[in-house]
Antibody, heavy 114, light 106 residues
Framework: EVQLVESGGGPVKPGGSLRLSCEAS????????MNWVRQAPGKGLEWISS????????YYADSMKGRFTISRDNAKNSLYLQINSLRAEDTAVYYC???????WGQGTLVTVSS | IQMTQSPSSLSASVGDRVTITCRAS??????LNWYQQTPGRAPRLLIY???NLQTGVPSRFSGSGSGTDFTLTISSLQLEDLATYYC?????????FGQGTKLEIK
């Protein structure tokens, strides 16, 4: 079965950091440009970042530059998102997705609160 | 690139024909996807590159448009179509989504 599974979410205090992971199964992650998308509670989808198959091209939404870092390890069939200096407004479900091909994970919830 | 959907919400009856519009702030050719999201679930790709139906998606869904104006049409609304629908442009490397259209069943 083709699937993506995110992990690493949870409660964190403002100013803290988190590293989210996304592991692929049933397909080879290295064949795809990968993306992170988030959704704050009751809000719409917000694209965060993408990384090409060999990590040669990395893009971020303007509002995400500086605190978010996307990376991947094709040998581990995994994608990562490092988030630093977390703020309350970063509270959201974070999804990894291929976009092309329409494969999405189930999401991992990050809650930023003191 | 800013993506603007209309309406933000709509209510329709089973069997109705429903149309959702997405407008891009600049021309994006046909580089537009449509997603369906039901509560508590991840988004599901419905249509890619404006008009191509993703595998497994019912044929009552269709998409059209080019340039800056796009539409998602549901030819005969079913109960299971209760969801929020999002467009997304893939023209720019900086992807962006519309704000969503919440579809309610009367």
């Amino acid at each position: 079965e083709v699937q993506l599974v995110e992990s690493g979410g949870g409660p964190v205090k403002p100013g803290g950091s988190l590293r989210l992971s996304c592991e692929a199964s049933g397909f080879t992650l290295s064949s795809y440009t990968m993306n992170w998308v988030r959704q704050a509670p009751g809000k719409g989808l917000e694209w965060i970042s993408s990384i090409s198959s060999t990590s040669s091209y990395i893009y971020y939404a303007d509002s995400m530059k500086g605190r978010f870092t996307i990376s991947r390890d094709n040998a581990k069939n995994s994608l990562y998102l490092q988030i630093n200096s977390l703020r309350a407004e970063d509270t959201a479900v974070y999804y990894c997705a291929t976009l092309v091909g329409g494969v999405w994970g189930q999401g991992t919830l990050v809650t930023v609160s003191s | 690139i800013q993506m603007t959907q209309s309406p933000s919400s709509l209510s329709a009856s089973v069997g109705d024909r429903v149309t959702i519009t997405c407008r891009a702030s600049q021309s994006i050719g046909t580089s537009l996807n449509w997603y369906q999201q039901t509560p508590g679930r991840a988004p599901r790709l419905l249509i890619y590159t404006t008009s191509n139906l993703q595998t497994g998606v019912p044929s009552r869904f269709s998409g059209s448009g080019s340039g800056t104006d796009f539409t998602l049409t549901i030819s005969s609304l079913q109960l299971e179509d209760l969801a929020t629908y999002y467009c997304q442009q893939t023209y720019s490397s900086i992807r962006s989504f519309g704000q969503g259209t919440k579809l309610e069943i009367k």
